[in-house]
Nanobody, 122 residues
Framework: QVQLVESGGGLVQAGGSLRLSCVAS????????MGWFRQASEKEREFVAT????????NYADSVKGRFTISRDNAKNMVYLQMNSLKPEDTAVYYC???????????????WGQGTQVTVSS
């Protein structure tokens, strides 16, 4: 039921960094666990990172662990994805999503943003 809008994507060289933002409207974000997913061209959408309602717990895909950090600011109705040491394999459209279920239940994410393009050049 919550509306989500991502921003912060762009073109970056390998090894660089980007910070994605997601702002929610229509509902208070504190009622939702949040996640970031991505979809590369001609590939399936995949889990990147999720964060609990309080922000105290998070899960990461093995491919991004140690490089990406998910965080949230419930007072601002925002969630972030800090992406460091970017690789060409990270190139994809990144989506913000929300769930009323637990944060680590990936199939429960039902509300999605429009996506923001991240392109990492070699």
């Amino acid at each position: 039921q919550v509306q989500l809008v991502e921003s912060g994507g762009g073109l970056v060289q390998a090894g660089g960094s980007l910070r994605l933002s997601c702002v929610a409207s229509g509902r208070t974000l504190s009622g939702y666990a949040m996640g970031w997913f991505r979809q590369a061209s001609e590939k399936e959408r995949e889990f990147v990172a999720t964060i609990s309602r309080s922000g105290n717990s998070a899960n990461y895909a093995d491919s991004v662990k140690g490089r990406f950090t998910i965080s949230r600011d419930n007072a601002k109705n925002m969630v972030y994805l800090q992406m460091n040491s970017l690789k060409p394999e990270d190139t994809a459209v990144y989506y913000c999503a929300a769930t009323k279920d637990t944060y680590d239940y990936a199939t429960g994410y039902a509300d999605w943003g429009q996506g923001t393009q991240v392109t990492v050049s070699s």
